[in-house]
């Protein structure tokens, strides 16, 4: 079965602060994709990133950067410098690549991480 | 750039009516999905829909949602007598493949309040 877990319920930092969400996450297949999405206040969901699981190349973008370690399950998102926009919550999702038993695909979330960046 | 529209954005129906949230996807894609978020809980997969049939459902969706795209860009949840629990966030999403190998783009999100 699919499981993701996200720890930390809320992170509080300082503006300009760096901060590290972390994301641990349970499949049995051997082909999967994880994502992050951010949600701020106004409710919307926003892509951040997805990675497949033969890529553990760590990824930059901006003042944001993704260390995936399949060797732990781990897909943790940082974010360096960080600003006041970017409070939101943070969610990780695992979406398996093969179809369940069912013919279907689907995408589990964590729990999200609440990031508040105080200026 | 193409997105993923929803309406309405906020519906307040009374216990036991019918809502039907409506969702117009992405006008290449071939899978649908319904998600649903409780106030400050996680998203949660409720069913996902390709070639006009659900090819996935959570324990969530049971006899009282069901799903139907009506027309070439219409994707519609339907839920038939809504419960308190049922007051959530119900987000649409539609990728171009398999959820997993391609993004799913999330619609704005309908707030659905049962009163």
């Known amino acids: 079965a699919q499981k993701v877990t996200q720890a930390q319920t809320e992170i509080s930092v300082v503006e300009k602060e760096d901060v590290t969400l972390d994301c641990v996450y349970e499949?049995?297949?051997?082909?999967?994709?994880l994502f992050w999405y951010k949600q701020p206040p106004s409710g919307e969901l926003v892509f951040l990133i997805r990675?497949?699981?033969?890529?553990?190349q760590n990824e930059i973008s901006g003042r944001y950067s993704w260390n995936f370690q399949k060797s732990t399950s781990s897909f943790n998102f940082t974010i360096t410098a960080s600003q006041v926009v970017d409070s939101a919550v943070y969610f990780c999702?695992?979406?398996?690549?093969?179809?369940?038993?069912?013919?279907?695909?689907?995408?589990?979330f964590g729990a999200g991480t609440r990031l508040f960046v105080k200026a | 750039e193409p997105e993923v529209t929803q309406t309405p954005s906020h519906q307040v129906t009374q216990m036991g009516q019918e809502v039907i949230l409506r969702c117009v996807p992405i006008?290449?894609?071939?899978?649908f999905y319904w998600y649903r978020q409780i106030l400050g809980q996680k998203v949660e997969f409720l069913v996902s829909?390709?070639?006009?049939?659900?090819?996935?459902k959570s324990e969530i969706f049971d006899d009282q949602f069901s799903v139907e795209r009506p027309d070439g860009s219409n994707f519609t949840l339907k839920i038939r007598s809504t419960k308190l629990e049922d007051s959530a966030m119900y987000f649409c999403?539609?990728?171009?493949?398999?959820?997993?190998?391609?993004?799913?783009?999330f619609g704005p999100g309908t707030r659905l309040t049962v009163l």
């Open positions: 999403a539609s990728s171009e493949g398999l959820a997993g190998a391609n993004e799913q783009f």
């Open positions: 499949t049995r297949d051997t082909t999967y994709y």
């Open positions: 990675r497949n699981s033969f890529d553990e």
């Open positions: 999702a695992l979406s398996e690549a093969h179809p369940s038993s069912s013919g279907g695909f689907k995408t589990i």
């Open positions: 006008s290449n894609h071939l899978y």
């Open positions: 829909f390709y070639n006009n049939e659900i090819s996935e």
